[in-house]
């Protein structure tokens, strides 16, 4: 998959939200099993009128995924299009000088502190 400058900049705009950025990395962070919207509700306490608002606009940006299982519907990560944006983001790296282990691909120590 990969993505334009419109899904870039749509993507981006979505996760650039306190309440959105989370409730996305806590689906990444779910898996592939992903999360019913009460379980996301309570982890992040946020209310539920408001969390609607935000789930729909990662799935407005493609980064988040829904499926209804019964009465439940159940959100995922889009793992694809994260992947996208991130080699997006990442295309270019070094481009203008080698790279020398540092700045392109991050050490363990700052994928932690991310």
């Known amino acids: 998959m ?4 419109r899904s870039v900049i749509d993507a981006l705009g979505a996760l650039a939200q306190e309440y959105r950025l989370a409730l996305f990395r806590l689906l990444v962070q ?4 992903g999360m019913a919207a009460g379980a996301i509700a309570g982890a992040l306490g946020v ?5 609607s608002f935000h789930l729909a606009q990662l799935r ?6 829904q499926e ?3 009465r439940t519907i159940i959100y995922r990560a889009n793992y694809p299009a994260m992947n ?5 983001l990442m295309e270019n790296c ?3 000088s080698a790279c020398e282990g540092e700045g392109c691909a991050p050490t363990a120590d700052e994928r932690k502190s991310v």
């Open 68 to 70: 209804r299982q019964h």
């Open 30 to 33: 779910a898996g592939g099993d």
């Open 47 to 51: 209310p539920n009128s408001s969390l």
């Open 60 to 65: 407005g940006a493609g980064l988040i995924e």
């Open 94 to 96: 070094c481009a203008a």
């Open 84 to 88: 996208a944006l991130v080699a997006y």
């Open 2 to 5: 990969t993505m334009d400058s």
